[in-house]
């Protein structure tokens, strides 16, 4: 998608910290981190978010948990722990349109979430 900010990250037009990449997938560092370890983990296909998820995208939704457990492992947080997080629409928080997993991590993270 054109106008869309992650989209651009994975066409390379805008750079990112990229930490993990598959044929699917792609994770780099949150630009404005709310942990010591703040990853974003995004299909490399633009969907707006959770609430456009299709069928055809259960393979596609189940790799980005397939990969938040490797980000994890490499980033040292497995054992530790995290919290993995989607932002959907207003009350969600959701300020970037094309779906994210956020994984958090380093830190004790407090619940229940603001
Ligand atoms: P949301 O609020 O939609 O759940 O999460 C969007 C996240 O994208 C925010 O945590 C924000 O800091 C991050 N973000 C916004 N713009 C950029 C950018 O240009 N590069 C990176 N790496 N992260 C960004
Ligand atoms: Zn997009």
């Keep these: 998608m ?15 910290d990229i930490v993990f990449e598959n044929e699917s997938v792609l994770a780099f560092r949150d630009i404005d981190p709310k942990a ?23 393979s596609l939704a189940g790799e980005m948990l397939i990969a938040a457990k490797s980000i994890a492992k490499l980033e040292g947080i497995d054992d530790s ?5 989607f932002n959907t ?11 994210h997993m956020h994984i958090l991590g380093g830190r004790q ?3 229940p979430p603001g």
């Excluded at 995004?42 to 959770?50: A, C, D, G, L, Y």
């Excluded at 722990?81 to 997080?85: A, D, I, K």
């Design 2 to 16: 054109s106008d869309c900010l992650f989209c651009s990250i994975v066409a390379g037009d805008i750079p990112g």
């Design 36 to 58: 010591p370890t703040h990853i974003l983990v995004i299909p490399k296909k633009h969907i707006r978010s959770i609430n456009e998820l299709e069928s055809d995208d259960q």
């Design 81 to 85: 722990g995290f919290r993995t997080v």
């Design 89 to 99: 629409n207003d009350d969600g928080g959701q300020t970037v349109f094309h779906i």
């Design 109 to 111: 993270m407090t619940w």
